[in-house]
Nanobody, 124 residues
């Protein structure tokens, strides 16, 4: 069984930074792609970033490109999302997700395992 647990969310002022973590347990972590998604109230879940198993390839949504950085430490079974220059529109519940295989996919249905989410609130 795969478990994903996010942490690091909170309240921050616009222009500030947060670092989210996603701790994975269960089946092999290092050979699958992983990603971050977010969902704001009243909106659909949207893709934020994805990283390959070797962490040599990454993909970002246009809205976060240049501000967010995704990374992973396979030895620690942990993925990260460094978020800088945060904006009020970044306010959402952030979810980490894991695919059953590789590939930097952007659709939520292409990810099999999900965490419970962590709230990020950016005040103006």
């Amino acid at each position: 069984q795969v478990q994903l647990v996010e942490s690091g969310g909170g309240l921050v002022q616009a222009g500030g930074s947060l670092r989210l973590s996603c701790a994975a347990s269960g089946r092999t972590f290092s050979t699958t792609a992983m990603g971050w998604f977010r969902q704001a109230p009243g909106k659909e879940r949207e893709f934020v970033a994805a990283i390959s198993w070797s962490h040599s390839n990454t993909n970002y949504a246009d809205a976060v490109k240049g501000r967010f950085t995704i990374s992973r430490d396979n030895a620690k079974n942990t993925m990260y999302l460094q978020m800088n220059s945060l904006k009020p529109e970044d306010t959402a519940v952030y979810y980490c997700a894991r695919r059953p295989e590789g590939g930097l996919r952007v659709h939520s249905y292409e990810y099999t395992y999900w965490g419970q989410g962590t709230q990020v609130t950016v005040s103006s």
